[in-house]
């Protein structure tokens, strides 16, 4: 694997006076929640960065730049220079960095480990020895071994904490590594003064057998957070299949050659052979298979593919070969959509994480305050003690289980929620998605199938000698022919038999006309193309087609909107739950009406444009309401954008999903349920996560400060809170 940064090419944007370029960086070395702080300085230090935000949880920075004024290099420097790692945001390269930091923190965790054994079993004749039966220079020797056992635990071991420190002072902010470095370097040159000067200015007490103790507690709870971490991320890549490098595109003539998947082109056809993952969306022409699609639903079964079937880009092909037709490449499909998301859900900012960055600084300098007036104290009541007691103050206070009270437990979630198919773009989602109280929604495309369902066939006078199923294959193969959303649904119903035409042609407005095998003149379309007596098509609905053969008239098909499978228990259980749900609709009153009867909804509204919508949700929230919406069209975009918070279909348009702040990539109204419960359970989590850190310190401070807490404890309790926190938060993925 590189050692070196490589970005991918950078997203510009053109809609700004400028264009800018944006990289994601996947970050090693954060341990805490301040070193945010120093990444953001080091970052918009650079001439030409124009923004930068950074996630300690999940690791990543989002840089946007100017191309004129830098390059990538320049501020991968920066990171590397303020003493971070940094790969560019790719699965390859985050394994590599992942596989660096779990070496290195468990050869740092193995040296502390065995360094501290051997000094305590250096140090337990002090402990075990009766009062003149260990001689001073016996006790001497033992302390200057214990000395040397330290030196690679503070040398080595010890060294991510005053590395974190050194760049903290260096960026004039206090990080969370501070109080521990300060604990350390205080303990081990009091302990050597002692050992190389007994009775001299530090005293003769040595806390050779503490230091290595505490150091070795405090790496061994980084080391378990740290994988955890690792997993959460793994697990999340792992949702998300690579794509492959080349694909089988099928010549004209019908031979295949394999192509890079840059030169695929729309319109192109591909062959998926069995266990590949599919390369571009699309439609499948040729083939019936099973495709995973687990990276989008959330679901391990299979979904079985038809010809005419859409297929996306990632999902693996588990069944038989079959052929595909290209309409979105690269940046457009829905996979590049689903990893631009996923990004920005990890990098950006929730208001906690910032109320929590606010207020770390001064807290830490309360902490060394009281550590200073611990230690003054102390040197006037008992000298010898003093610095026992500055070491342990120092290091019980330190905020970490705080610290990861509230991003552990969000990241967690939104990692469940993304295996589970709700991607979130902003953390802060989580709260609303727990806590609204009313849910405005879309009807059509949101509650209701994207396309329409053809529930009656209505048979006319020349149906004679034809059943019913070969009615329906007729039309849809026929409609299979056009690109017109009532054909694409009449098309939907085909049930599973071919029919050869020729000589297919489609008038725009009208409908399709084609010959079978057996030359007769079929068309499909409206009352008066395919009707022998279009007067009776007066009064009829755009909703309804026609087939006729030959002239004459064979059967009508009644198309209509159809509720998804789960709308009508998700409304239910977010009814029982207190939620009010209400219908917001462009449509005419009479089909509103009837969805919202199916679905037992009271309060619906029709006809409305988007300024209507954008009224109602604002009039909602000024009443202290609040707020969720969710739609799928351009004009739920601002309405989305207006909500406290707001998820849009992950069919929908481009637009709402980008104003939205989740979006549901399998398009089930069931995962709102879910995701509410999930987001209550998280906020629960937070809660017991906040009180138990707060506890931990009420609890040891006054032990720390009345000195009956060494430092080795207050090490082993100090890994063991933040252990907890990341423990009770990892329970929210389950």
Known sequence: MPVSCVLPAAEYVAERPRHLGESSLRIGGIHCAACAGTLTQALKSVDGVVDACVDTGACLATVRWDPSRTQPSAFVRAIEKAGYTAVADAPGAARWLRQQESRAGLWRLFVAALCAMQVMMLATP??????????????????????????????????????????????????????????????????????????????????????????????????????????????????????????????PDGTNETVSVRSVQVGDVLLVSAGEVVATDGVLLQGVT?????????????????????????????????????????????????????????????????????????????????????GAWWSVIDPSRAVWVVVSVLIVTCPCALSLAAPSALLSCASAMARRGVLLRRLDAIEGLARFQVLFTDKTGTLTETRLHCDHVERLAGSAGLDDRRIRTIASTLAAWSTHPLAKSLSAMNPGEAVAWHEVHEVPGKGLQGVDAEGAAWRLGSAGWAAVDTAGAAGLTDARLWLSRDGASVACFHLDEQLRGDAAACVADLQASGV??????????????????????DERHAAMTPEDKLAAVRQA??????????????????????????????????????????????????????????????????????????????????????????????????ACSSLAVVLNSMRVGR
């Open 126 to 251: 002090s402990y075990v020895a009766a009062p003149g039966e260990l001689t001073p220079d016996l006790k001497q020797l033992l302390d200057w071994g214990s000395w040397v056992l330290s030196l690679p635990v503070i040398c080595f071991s010890a060294m991510p904490f005053f590395k974190g420190a050194w760049r903290a002072a260096r960026n004039r902010r206090v990080g969370m590594d501070v109080p521990v470095a300060l604990g350390i370097a205080v303990a081990f040159v009091a302990s050597s003064g002692a050992a190389f000067d007994p009775g001299g200015a530090f005293g003769t007490e040595v806390y050779f057998d503490s230091l290595t103790m505490f150091v070795s507690f405090l790496l061994g709870g980084r080391y378990l957070e740290m994988r955890m971490r690792h997993r959460a991320e793994a697990m999340l890549e792992a949702s998300v299949a690579e794509l492959p490098q080349t694909v089988s595109r099928v010549r």
């Open 290 to 374: 099973d495709l995973d699609e687990a990276f989008l639903t959330g679901e391990a079964r299979p979904v079985r593919k038809a010809p005419g079937d859409a297929v996306v880009a990632g999902s693996m092909n588990l069944g038989s070969p079959a052929l595909m037709s290209v309409q979105r490449v690269g940046p457009d499909t829905r996979y590049e959509q689903v990893l631009a998301l996923m990004r920005e859900a990890r990098t950006r900012r929730t208001a906690t994480l910032g109320q929590a960055d606010r207020w770390a600084a001064p807290f830490l300098w309360a902490v060394l305050l009281l550590a200073l007036l611990a």
């Open 580 to 601: 009010t749900v209400s219908i917001l609709s462009g449509d005419a009153r009479p089909r509103v009406d009837r969805i919202a009867e199916l679905l037992g909804v």
């Open 621 to 718: 929230r000024q009443a202290g309401q609040l707020v969720a919406m969710i739609g799928d069209g351009i004009n739920d975009a601002p309405v989305l954008a207006q909500a406290d918070v707001s998820l849009a279909m992950g069919e929908g348009a481009w637009v709402a999903r980008a104003e939205a702040d989740g979006v549901l990539l399998a398009n089930g109204l069931a995962d709102i349920v879910r995701a509410r419960q999930m987001a209550r359970k998280t906020l629960r989590v937070i809660r017991q996560n906040t009180l138990w850190a707060v506890a931990y310190n009420a609890a040891c401070v006054p032990l720390a400060l009345v000195g009956w807490l060494p430092p080795w404890a207050a090490g082993l309790g100090m």
